[in-house]
């Protein structure tokens, strides 16, 4: 079975900094990865996806993220924050095993942008 | 764009009672999903549904959990006797018709508060 870790609960960062939200993964097959954002009182929207290929993955507003199979991480990156990017971030695993019938979530981390 | 649509957005109901949670999922899409986040914890997932059938479920879709695709449009999910730990936000998903990898299209959730 797939587990996916988020190594941060809370992300504090200035406007315009860089920032990093670490992503872990675990499964015994090949793996689709995502990362979805939830603002408030909303559903979850796809920021990015790695299903092949290039294991650097562009997204919406600027987020990227690299797929790094020996170190099982997908770590989402952004060179310059905004205070509109204040949200829940989650990351996701779905293995290419069930085909994605069980797409399995983190438990998030609240990236938090400060002017 | 379309979109996938849950009602209610919040439902109260008292303990022991059944209820209903309705969603129609984009029109072209196969492939549906209920997920829960119970407040402040991660997204978990309940059941994937296929085909008119549950193609995968989480040992929280007990016998106290069913879903259903009653019409072309609409899928529901049912509690028959709710419990205050059913208290959480639960989300509808769906993805298209191109594979199972496709990332999931959520609603904006329906509250559900059992008191």
């Known amino acids: 079975a797939q587990s996916v870790t988020q190594l941060d609960s809370q992300v504090p960062v200035f406007e315009e900094a860089p920032v990093e939200l670490r992503c872990n993964y675990s499964?015994?097959?090949?793996?689709?990865l995502f990362w979805y954002v939830q603002y408030p009182n909303q559903g979850l929207q796809l920021l990015l996806k790695?299903?092949?290929?290039?294991?650097l993955v562009k997204g919406i507003n600027g987020f990227e993220a690299e797929f790094n199979k020996s170190q099982t991480s997908f770590h989402l990156r952004k060179p310059s924050v905004h205070i509109s990017d204040t949200a829940e971030y989650f990351c996701?695993?779905?293995?290419?095993?069930?085909?994605?019938?069980?797409?399995?979530f983190g438990a998030g981390t609240r990236l938090f942008v400060k002017a | 764009e379309p979109e996938v649509t849950q009602t209610p957005s919040h439902q109260v109901t008292q303990m022991g009672q059944e209820v209903i949670l309705r969603c129609v999922p984009i029109?072209?899409?196969?492939?549906f999903y209920w997920y829960r986040q119970i407040l402040g914890q991660k997204v978990e997932f309940l059941v994937s549904?296929?085909?008119?059938?549950?193609?995968?479920k989480s040992e929280i879709f007990d016998d106290q959990f069913s879903v259903e695709r009653p019409d072309g449009s609409n899928f529901t999910l049912k509690i028959r006797s709710t419990k205050l730990e059913d208290s959480a936000m639960y989300f509808c998903?769906?993805?298209?018709?191109?594979?199972?990898?496709?990332?999931?299209?959520f609603g904006n959730g329906t509250r559900l508060t059992v008191t």
């Open positions: 998903a769906s993805t298209e018709p191109t594979g199972t990898n496709s990332p999931l299209h």
């Open positions: 499964s015994s097959v090949s793996v689709y």
């Open positions: 790695y299903l092949s290929g290039s294991t």
């Open positions: 996701a695993v779905s293995d290419t095993n069930t085909g994605g019938f069980k797409t399995i």
């Open positions: 029109s072209n899409h196969l492939y």
């Open positions: 549904f296929y085909n008119n059938e549950i193609s995968e």
